[in-house]
């Protein structure tokens, strides 16, 4: 038996190939399915079939665009209800590849219709040797069940279902049995999933906190309590992928715009998107932009901040940026980028156009500030609860960044703000959001609470 893992660290996305006697399946394919092609190719095997775990919110899948440039099925389980021709499979259902054979467990609670897949190579024994848990099971974690609310089943009931296919089902396999899911740590679909990609049965029964002896009961309140709020991209991309995203291959590049063309298509709404790191937007960035760096999770953040039915004009440093840009946003759903600027902030300057600034301040500046002016001058911590109740700057008020467009209110206009997050990131995001909604007295905290705490500062805790 042939297996890899494909781990994509922007999305924190697990997808797989699993090969034998020339034939191949891709479970939980990503939305560009070249990589699979290729390793494909490469080991000699041609792909039959395409298999989701679930519809996925976080994420576009590539399932259309893989099975019809190879002729594969695509396989759902049969609670998914998707819009195209597939295989729909239920508890026990087998495909088999070669010698190995995929054996299909209903497993719902992340999602009504989620399957694991029990994985057996036939040519060393007759038991799996490892399951791919989809969002059912994480390592270090389970998968949030508040995501079919939408359908009219609550958070709870969906706990209960999981709790159910945990322990009925994943948790009856032998300890050895090695555990492949779908996402790793900094995904949306958990909460505390662990840096590792893959575990075993034994070894999360032991050290997962959601896997622990507990009654139902516990286990629904523990897995529906601080759930971080639901990104507004989750149920368009699960529509998408319902009806099976069109292909990427052919599209083509996004066109260079001139300075003039870009502030013109901003005039009429469309979102400017700097994808350059946050000292580079500081430094300089067209009035109005917003910052989202290809350095961080940039299609998690630009599916929960940018609006779908906007145009995108992409800003960054080289064509290769707006490529990656492009690419990552279409996995996410993001479709209308519509151009970039021609050049970068090159040709903007060279335009003689106006150029805003965000100034930097680290944490020493910070501390300093503090200590001169602490009544007036505001500290936001756009960080997620338990982060900031873990450490924060003294003082610092908390409305998280996916939170903050809706809330900013309760920020007063007229003083000064230092906006802080882990490391700089989410709080350049931060800054450019309120500076569009006319904040002007802003400052980004270089290296963020992590360097704050590190430079031995004073830090509350909860």
């Given at each position: 038996m042939y297996f890899k893992q494909f781990y994509l660290g922007c999305l924190a996305q697990a997808s797989y190939l699993i090969g034998s006697e020339g034939e191949a399946v891709v479970v939980d394919p990503r939305r560009d399915v070249d990589e699979y092609l290729a390793e494909a190719k490469a080991q000699g095997l041609e792909i039959r079939y395409v298999v989701e775990t679930h519809l996925h919110a976080d994420f576009v899948s590539g399932h259309r665009e893989l099975a019809e440039r190879t002729g594969a099925t695509i396989v759902?389980?049969?609670?998914?209800?998707?819009?195209?021709?597939?295989?729909?499979?239920?508890?026990?259902?087998?495909?088999?590849?070669?010698?190995?054979?995929?054996?299909?467990?209903?497993?719902?609670?992340?999602?009504?219709?989620?399957?694991?897949v029990l994985v057996i190579d036939t040519q060393a024994s007759s038991e799996p040797s490892l399951v791919l848990t989809g969002d059912t099971l994480f390592i270090g974690d389970v998968g949030r069940p508040d995501l079919a609310g939408s359908h009219g089943t609550s958070a709870q009931e969906m706990a209960s279902i999981l709790y159910d296919s945990l322990?009925?089902?994943?948790?009856?396999?032998?300890?050895?049995?090695?555990?492949?899911?779908?996402?790793?740590?900094?995904?949306?679909?958990?909460?505390?999933?662990?840096?590792?990609t893959s575990s075993t049965i034994g070894d999360q029964r032991r050290t997962n906190y959601a896997l622990q002896p507990m009654s139902k009961q516990e286990f629904v309140r523990l897995a529906t309590a601080?759930?971080?709020?639901?990104?507004?991209?989750?149920?368009?991309?699960?529509?998408?992928?319902?009806?099976?995203?069109?292909?990427?291959?052919?599209?083509?590049?996004?066109?260079?715009?001139?300075?003039?063309?870009?502030?013109?298509?901003?005039?009429?709404?469309?979102?400017?998107?700097?994808?350059?790191?946050?000292?580079?937007?500081?430094?300089?960035?067209?009035?109005?932009?917003?910052?989202?760096?290809?350095?961080?999770?940039?299609?998690?953040?630009?599916?929960?901040?940018?609006?779908?039915q906007r145009e995108i004009v992409?800003?960054?440093d080289d064509e290769g940026g707006v490529a990656e840009a492009a690419l990552r946003l279409s996995r996410v759903g993001l479709e209308r980028v519509t151009g970039h600027l021609a050049r970068g902030l090159v040709s903007w300057h060279a335009a003689g156009l106006p150029v805003a600034t965000l100034p930097q301040w680290p944490v020493d500046e910070l501390r300093a500030r503090l200590e001169?002016?602490?009544?007036?001058?505001?500290?936001?911590?756009?960080?997620?609860?338990?982060?900031?109740?873990?450490?924060?700057?003294?003082?610092a008020l908390n409305i998280p960044l996916d939170r903050l467009e809706r809330e900013a209110g309760v920020l007063d206009r007229s003083r000064p703000m230092a906006v802080i997050c882990a490391g700089g990131y989410r709080s350049s995001a931060a800054c450019s959001l309120l500076r569009r909604q006319g904040f002007e007295s802003l400052h980004n905290v270089v290296g963020g609470t992590s360097a704050w705490i590190a430079a031995g500062y004073p830090t509350e805790r909860s």
């Open positions: 759902f389980g049969a609670r998914a209800g998707v819009a195209f021709p597939h295989r729909a499979v239920s508890d026990g259902d087998e495909i088999r590849i070669g010698n190995v054979v995929l054996r299909f467990l209903e497993t719902p609670g992340h999602t009504p219709e989620s399957v694991s322990h009925g089902k994943l948790l009856s396999l032998p300890d050895a049995t090695a555990v492949y899911p779908a996402h790793g740590a900094g995904s949306l679909c958990g909460r505390h999933i662990s840096q590792e601080d759930l971080p709020e639901q990104p507004q991209y989750f149920d368009r991309d699960v529509a998408i992928n319902r009806e099976g995203a069109p292909w990427l291959r052919d599209r083509p590049p996004p066109p260079a715009l001139e300075p003039a063309e870009a502030q013109a298509r901003a005039g009429k709404g469309a979102q400017l998107l700097d994808v350059r790191a946050a000292a580079a937007f500081g430094t300089g960035h067209l009035p109005g932009s917003w910052n989202i760096g290809l350095g961080g999770q940039f299609a998690s953040w630009a599916g929960t901040l940018l609006e779908p992409v800003v960054a001169e002016d602490a009544p007036r001058l505001q500290v936001l911590d756009v960080r997620r609860p338990a982060e900031h109740a873990a450490g924060r700057v003294p003082g």
